[in-house]
């Protein structure tokens, strides 16, 4: 799918130097987002960026300090696995 957007050219210049650059960061953000509200794995934030390694995934989600979501029911699960192993 191809998506086209429209920014003033005094904006787009000051987010990155050229339209290649700003088009592969847009398409970053958008891959971070997603992966924080949970809508796509590790794997689809690399396939997605066209990473040849899940390493390269990796280190670009922590360079970007992406967290997958974190909800209360994993809290709720990651305790009582501990107090289970605690017991």
Do not use: H, N
Not at 1 to 16: G, H, S, V, Y
Not at 51 to 57: A, Q
Request: aromatic share 8%.
């Amino acid at each position: 799918m191809q998506i086209t957007l429209e920014i003033p050219d005094r904006i787009a210049t000051q987010l990155a130097g050229d339209r290649e650059t700003l088009t592969q960061r847009f398409l970053e953000l958008v891959a971070i987002e997603a992966y924080e509200k949970g809508l796509i794995g590790a794997g689809e934030v690399g396939q997605l960026l066209g990473f040849t390694s899940r390493w390269e995934t990796y280190d670009f989600l922590d360079r970007e300090c992406a967290e997958p979501p974190y909800t209360e029911s994993d809290l709720d699960s990651d305790r009582i696995a501990l107090q289970e192993l605690l017991d």
